[in-house]
Nanobody, 122 residues
Framework: QVQLVESGGGLVQAGGSLRLSCAASGSIFGIDDMGWYRQAPGKGRELVAVISSGGSSNYADAVKGRFTISRDNAKNTVYLQMNSLKPEDTAVYFC????????????????WGQGTQVTVSS
């Protein structure tokens, strides 16, 4: 069983910064892509940023230049540094990870964290 636990959300004023963390634990053989998604009230879940095991990253246009995704493979942890936050960044942020595990062979499954609230006041 694999768990993803997020931390670092909270309330911040516009222009401020927050750093989110997401640690994966359990029976992990390896992790491919790790990512951050967000869901604002009344809207669908959208991709924020994704990073490969080799460190290649992609960002949603809305956060380019303001957010930075990074990961520590030794700790099975992904981070999201969010700078110059705007009220429209207010959402529940979820991390996910494509986890390889061993079960009669190597399998791949996507896991999600429980979400962490980020609120940006104007």
């Amino acid at each position: 069983q694999v768990q993803l636990v997020e931390s670092g959300g909270g309330l911040v004023q516009a222009g401020g910064s927050l750093r989110l963390s997401c640690a994966a634990s359990g029976s992990i053989f390896g992790i491919d892509d790790m990512g951050w998604y967000r869901q604002a009230p009344g809207k669908g879940r959208e991709l924020v940023a994704v990073i490969s095991s080799g460190g290649s990253s992609n960002y949603a246009d809305a956060v380019k230049g303001r957010f930075t995704i990074s990961r520590d493979n030794a700790k099975n942890t992904v981070y999201l540094q969010m700078n110059s936050l705007k009220p429209e960044d207010t959402a529940v942020y979820f991390c996910n990870a494509d986890v390889k595990y061993y079960e009669l062979g190597i399998k791949l499954r996507t896991y999600w964290g429980q979400g962490t609230q980020v609120t940006v006041s104007s």
